[in-house]
């Protein structure tokens, strides 16, 4: 019982940094960014050429974080710049780039699994109970994140012309802030989180070049379903992972897969602003 | 007045909405410290002439200068950039925002926040202790005065505000002219209004001009006897 | 405007040559494409014939994903999953219960039923009225996730991870397959181009281009789309039936999220909304990453990668219609104009004088949360009146016409249109009730031409063939005579987004008055006109009251104009209505000086 607590609480914190990424993306561009999955596995990739260098495993979270954030403003540029009158479109053109990417990192390391090490290994005793430190951590780094982007969004200028561009871009222009360099800003922090997100979660799985996939999927609908702001992801991915590990648990992992997909479609379609 | 000392110079400016044209053919000048009102009913072009000075739409035809400098394929952004203060007709504040927050968004250097509030407060004193307040829970009145706090605070060369007396009590549209007036003399600001209340643009400005079908259809000073018959004629319905 | 002008401006002479209808050039098209695949086998060599018949099934799935996306604007993650429902009937059915040729068509029907009733069940989710476009595409996404892990549930049923394979079926030459899959495929095409060509088609690409507008021309949106989607999981699955009984082997990647992201991909870069495009597209990206996948297997899928988008943030369109643009250049062709239809004016239907009010609005009210943007809202409009709601900005007038115009705005109070309530009505249904309502901006379809946007605010009143594009335009005489007078008649076949802003406002009226409304709400309609364009405007709001016996309610800030054209007018202020009465009683009065030329309470002060 207390295992399944502890499940719920290190998955709810693992989806919960995998899909900030993508929801700061969303929140101040209104931007669904589809290449969110491949970013991740960039993160991915970036740990795993670390620990290939002999780097500590605690330097491959920055690494990863400076790599996507580089990645990020080059794409925002080049390929998202074009498309904010055309949101739809910009699903489709940033999941071309997610093909690009993974394409792109198979000829760069071929398609076999890679390994990589956590920065810290083994169980602790937790009220009693054996569990992953490396999982409990985790839980750590998503209150850290979540701190972090509060902070970020709420006591900084960059926040603050950032939500007067949300609230309302019009009258944020005729103040003075330029609402392309917020954006370009905001991507290029989505990419760096998803990247160091992907770097987060590889010790957990293993890299591969799909490894963003599954996690984009999911990501998205619990971005959706949270009405786009930070406590409401802290609240579905509690809920929403917790239905899936319950699921997974009791009935079956198969079905489990499929838990935040279908009840984030109900959710969406009972409250279409999302639970927030 | 010497071409040296316009601040805002329109010159033969026409624009609109995609394909249609509102404003047509539009000249005017703002002087340093000089305060111009721009009158005229609804639907004439007044608010959209005010856009297109601040680069939300595209001109047509003709040029925009502020302080002799070429500005008019600039954004928002950057003519805000230059010591514009804009407030629009609608939605002028942050609602969702604290008091100090749409404060702060106004400001180029936000590290006078404290000495221009200090300067403020003696102008609206109600604000000294709603810092904290959200912006949309203020009243009417209050909101406008929070839109001319933002607009003072920014230190600007130039002000230019949409109908900011629409809805308002005698009393407070009383203290907003007063407020602009004292900040004109005080920092030499220069100030475009767009309004449809003849007594306060009378008051408060220097010059007028009347909008008509996008078009200037009247000018002239405001000390002139005749100013308010003449502008209440074009105004009549 | 006299009887002489409007004779003397009719145009469209009937004795002028109809174009050839639209199913013979189908079918000589469809001819060509039979014979190049009756020959194409013994041309071709069996591998490349192979993945060919493949190639053909998976085009013909392409074709409704551009069917969704391409012409109704749905953008659809899902197709695939309906593929995969035709092609699991085949193999479960093949496989579990029996084959031969009533096997065959029981997994057939079987499948198709199936398919239809998850994409009538998936259009009833995602389709309902204000449901933003992105929420279909959400659930259009889970849909192939959620039927993969069902297969993979299945266990030895349906083969899980692994599939099913070497079930009995049509071991058939290579040429017959083939015929087969070209034949179906050719079929579909032409009906697909046929449909979409047709009044019907043109409907969903109007839909794309201006959903809210669509349901104020009384078009129920929800429903045609969710027909689209379930006649198009039917053909889905159709394809995947054939794929399967061809191929012999399913997998759950044919159900799976991956390749309905791909269809997504070979539509766009064959050119969404074309049909032919992504036919070709399809077939051509499939046969050629056959060939190359085992060579060049990465940088294959790289390149597609890098054209997908480019297309997507460059050419949008896609590559066909620029490959047409060369070609045409090529051969200094212009383009076919397209077909005209000839303007007919409709005789006035008989509209019974009920004797009843036909707008009568008692204590409606609007809020926005706390703040009241309208109460207590009474009054009536009588029929043969030109009623204008006058007041500043922000009085609440525009939102009033919302009001009556779609049941779902009001927070309160009751609206009765000739002695009907208006319930929680969406706008189609009000339309239905006699109201048409313009937009302040003119809200038409800008791809469409001119003819077509006419004809699609006949929807409600006409039946539209799905094969077809009715040759003849009937439009009642006030929308026709709109259309005459703006020289629109004569641009009849102009995509309206090359006309002017005054053209464009005098379309999206005469739109507004094809729909034969009893009760017509126009929301500043001479915003941005010239002179001339505001006379004319007034001329025909004049005739349409006195001649036509219509109740007009008209929100203008134009003084002047209302004086010149209203039998009545109603002041608001601050969400009221604070006076109503004649042109003399109300204009005049002291009270709209003081609330109109913005004079305020200070003046009021002064002045009582």
Known sequence: MSVLLLDIVTTAAILFTVATGLMIILGVMKLINFAHGAFLTIGGYAAYVATVAGWSPWLAIPFAALVGLALGLVVEYVIVRPLYARPLDAILATWGLGIIIGQLITIGFGREVQFVEPPISGAVEFFGLSYSAYRLLLVVVAMVIGAALTGLLYFTRFGLNARAVIMNEDLARGLGIDSTKVRLATFGLGAALASMAGALITPLISVDPNLGLPWLVNSFMLVLASGVSIPGLMIVSLLLGGAQVVVSTYISPIIGGLTIVVLAALILRIRPQGIG | ?237 | MTEETLASAKTAPATSARPRPEWQRVLRWGGLAVALLAVAPFVLDTYTVNILIRALFLAALALTVDILWGYTGVLTFGQSAFFGIGAYACALVFTHYGFGPDWAVLALVAGVVAAMAVGALIGWLAFYHGASPLYASIVTLALPIVLTQVVFAGGRYTGSSSGLSGFPTYYWDLETWFWVAGGFLTVVTCLAVLFVRSDMGRVLVAIRENEMRCAYLGIPVPRIKILVMTAMAGVGAVAGFGYAAFTNVVAPELTGFLLGTELLIWVALGGRGTIIGPVLGTVAIDVTSSYLSGSLPFVWKLLIGFAFVAVIVALPQGLLPELGKALRRLLRQTPPPSPVPELREKPPSNIVDHGRTPLFVEGVARNFGSLQVLQGIDFSARRGELLSLVGPNGAGKTTLIRCLADGMERSGGKVTIFGRELGRWPPEKCVALGIGRKFQAASIFETLTVAECLRIARFRLERFSVWSASPILDLPEAALRIVKETGLADRLDIEVRYLSHGQKQALDLAMVLALEPTIVLLDEPTAGLTKTERERIGGILTSLVERDRLSVLLVEHDLDFVRQISSRVIVMHQGKIVLDGSVAEVVDSELVREIYAGSGHEAAGVET
Not at chain 2, 52 to 80: C, D, F, K, W
Not at chain 2, 100 to 129: I, Q, S, T, W, Y
């Open chain 2, 1 to 237: 007045m010497s071409a040296s000392e316009k601040v805002l110079a329109v010159e033969g400016v026409s624009s609109g909405y995609g394909a249609a044209t509102v404003v047509r053919n539009v000249n005017l000048s703002v002087g340093k410290g000089e305060i111009v009102a721009l009158l005229g009913k609804n639907g004439m072009g007044k608010s959209t002439l005010l856009k297109t000075i601040m680069g939300y739409l595209p001109v047509q035809q003709g040029v925009i200068s502020l302080r002799q400098q070429n500005v008019t394929r600039e954004p928002p952004h950057r003519i805000a950039g230059r010591g514009v203060a804009y407030s629009p007709q609608a939605e002028a504040i942050f609602h969702d925002l604290t008091v100090r927050e749409n404060l702060v968004l106004g400001m180029p250097d936000p590290r006078r926040f404290d000495e221009e509030f200090a300067r403020l407060c003696e102008v609206f004193p109600f604000m000294k202790d709603r810092l904290a307040q959200r912006a949309g829970t203020l009243s009417g009145g209050e909101q406008k005065m929070l839109i001319l706090a933002r607009a003072l605070m920014a230190r600007p060369n130039l002000i230019l505000i949409d109908e900011i007396t629409e809805g308002l009590q005698p009393s407070v549209i009383d203290r907003l002219g007063s407020a602009l007036l004292d900040e004109r003399d005080n920092t030499g600001v220069s100030i475009f209004l767009v309004e449809q209340h003849i007594q306060f643009a009378l008051r408060v400005a220097d010059r007028w001009a009347v909008l008509k079908l996008g078009e200037i259809d009247d000018a002239g000073e405001c000390a002139a006897p005749s100013a308010a018959a003449r502008i209440a004629n074009h105004l009549a319905v």
